[in-house]
């Protein structure tokens, strides 16, 4: 089958680094992505890694290991906006088709 | 630029009754996803559209779900008729082509707040 996994919860101070993994299994692997939702709010694309390493984006950056079929995102310098639900993403395929497979979610708290 | 649009933002039907949904995708993006999330769930895939083609609905439910994209522009899902466990947000997603970064950014919509009574 496929499926994604990533911790429920996270809580950290302002300032703070905060690392949310994702693990995967999937038939196929075109990439992991991240999207951050705020409560009530659309999911919004953060980042994309479809080779090993790790990819910047200002205070976040993303981390791939196909070998390990793991990835983690890592928000730095944390602000309360960043408060919100964080999903990995992995593009996989299905009867030779592309599919999106989704985790849970990562629901983070910045404590002031 | 116009991002993704869904109507309505909120619905409240009973057991048995239909209800459709409408996406607005972006202007340009040939592919248009619909997913759901149940609270505290994943975002679970329903289907994808190439332009008007389905390719990919091995995430409907049942067939109480249909969905359309006439034109290859805007889209709906009809649920008929709904159940409780219909309840959740329907989310619709667009992005541009179907390789590389571009695919995998998807521009999601503020999503449909469904409530089966």
């Known amino acids: 089958g496929q499926s994604l996994e990533q911790p429920s919860e996270v809580t950290a101070v302002e300032g703070a680094i905060v690392q949310i993994n994702c693990t995967y299994q999937?038939?196929?692997?075109?990439?992991l992505s991240w999207y951050q939702q705020h409560d009530g709010g659309a999911p919004t694309f953060l980042s994309y890694n479809g080779l090993d390493g790790l990819e910047e984006t200002g205070r976040f950056s993303s981390f791939l290991s196909r070998s390990d079929s793991y990835g983690y995102l890592l928000l730095q310098e944390l602000q309360m906006k960043d408060s919100a639900s964080y999903f990995c993403?992995?593009?996989?395929?299905?009867?030779?088709?592309?599919?999106?497979?989704f985790g849970t979610g990562t629901r983070l708290k910045v404590l002031a | 630029e116009a991002g993704v649009t869904q109507f309505p933002s909120h619905s409240v039907i009973e057991k048995g009754q239909t209800v459709t949904l409408r996406c607005d995708p972006i202007?340009?993006?040939?592919?248009l996803y619909w997913y759901r999330r149940v609270m505290g769930k994943e975002i679970k895939f329903l289907l994808h559209f190439v332009k008007e083609s389905k390719q990919d609905e091995s995430g409907m439910p049942n067939n109480r779900f249909l969905a359309e994209r006439t034109g290859g522009t805007y889209s709906t899902l009809k649920v008929q008729p709904a159940e409780l466990e219909d309840s959740g947000v329907y989310f619709c997603a667009s992005s541009q082509g179907l390789a590389g970064v571009g695919a995998s950014e998807q521009y999601f919509g503020p999503g449909t707040r469904l409530t089966v009574t």
């Open positions: 202007s340009g993006h040939d592919n």
């Open positions: 999937t038939s196929g692997f075109y990439g």
């Open positions: 993403a992995v593009r996989g395929t299905t009867s030779g088709t592309y599919k999106y497979i």
